[in-house]
Structures are given as C-alpha cells and as structure tokens.
C-alpha cells in the first residue's frame, strides 16, 4: 500500500458517521375501489361493513378493494319473536362471526339453513348472524327490485342472497373461522369507515 493511499484510508477512518436511525414501518391505507362479485375470491383479512340504513353490505379486502351486496336487516319496530318482545332494528356494532349452525327452519334460514352467529366485541354470543331467507326473490325482489327501504324485514339479522353467503362463509373459513363485522347506521364516507375499522380506533359504539 502507498503512502498516499494509507494516508487517504486515515482520513476517511477517522470521518464520524452518523448514527443509524430506525426507520419507523407505515402501512398503506385502504383506498376504496368498487369491483364486481366476478372472479372475488376470499382473501385473509377480509371484513365485512354493513350499512344498516341503506341495506348494503360491502365485503372489503385490506387494500380497499370491494364489493358492494344487498342486504335485509331487521323491522324498525317493536316485534314479538322466539318468546321475548323486543325493537327488531339490526344493532349498530362491531361484531365478530365465530360460529356457524345449521338450523332446521328452513323457511326463516333458507334452504341450506346456515346461521353464522355474531358474537358482540367478538366475546358475547348473541342472537344475530347473518343468514338466507327462503327464496331470494321474496326478501330482494326479482333482480334486486326491492328498495333498500323495502328490505328492512329481518327479525334483526343480516339477510343475504344464498351466492353470498356461500361468499361470507368462504371468507369466514378462509380467515380461521373468525370474520370481522361492523354494523353502522349511514355510511357518509366509505372510506373513514374502513380505516377506523381496520385501525381498530372507532370507539364501540
């Protein structure tokens, strides 16, 4: 080695560097984007939205991919049913969907009879699920007809079409058997709604 290249190889030994800083990891947030229930396909992360005021539903991958369905929720009104009064209105929470039964009523449950039941902070079993109905066409109408006005018919479940709950229950199956749900009351901004709900940073409400 010359001397020059030595002394060179000093003088950059003896330049302080600076210290490594750790640069904190961002995570993407979901942008909304509207595709059709062609070629979805279940992904893990997957969670459901349901507006309760419009009855739809919106199935959402983690980057904000979506596909919007119709829904029926329960009767704005007070009902008598499975031996208790109570208001039938769908509650507005966040839920999570852990179990799946089969039901022998297959008029209120549809053909397959599936009941996938919503558990309340993802803890507390309850009464609600989503579920079918016995024929399509006589909760959504012939190819949707019904208003979503005209679909608050359920005694407080979610109703949906018998292709879309094989979809839902797919999704359940693919993420472990543990689906996340959120039932709100109007949905003005899509997409603050997801991002509260995939932060997990909206109070229960």
Not at 91 to 105: E, F, M, Q, T
Not at 133 to 138: H, Q, S, V
Not at 183 to 188: A, K, V
Request: glycine share 6%.
């Amino acid at each position: 080695m010359s001397t020059i290249t030595a002394s060179l190889l000093a003088i950059i030994m003896s330049v302080p560097t600076a210290p490594q800083v750790a640069v904190p990891v961002t995570f993407s947030e979901p942008v909304p984007y509207e595709v059709s229930a062609v070629g979805w396909v279940p992904e893990f992360g997957d969670k459901v939205i349901v507006d309760t005021e419009n009855n739809e539903g919106f199935l959402m991958h983690t980057d904000g991919t979506y596909m919007r369905f119709p829904v029926a929720t329960g009767q704005r009104r007070f009902v008598y049913y499975i031996g208790r009064s109570y208001h039938a209105a769908t509650p507005n929470w966040y839920w999570v969907a852990r179990s799946l039964h089969i039901k022998g009523d297959r008029v209120t449950f549809g053909p397959s009879g599936r009941f996938l039941r919503l558990y309340k902070d993802g803890e507390t079993n309850t009464a609600y699920g989503f579920h079918e109905y016995r024929t399509d066409e006589e909760m959504f109408g012939e190819n949707d007809s019904f208003l979503p006005e005209e679909r608050f018919e359920s005694m407080g479940c979610i109703i949906v079409k018998h292709e879309m709950m094989d979809l839902i229950v797919a999704t359940w199956e693919k993420n472990s058997e543990v689906l996340e749900v959120h039932t709100q009351f109007g949905i003005d901004d899509l997409r603050s709604v997801m991002l509260a709900f995939t932060q997990e940073e909206t109070e229960k409400l």
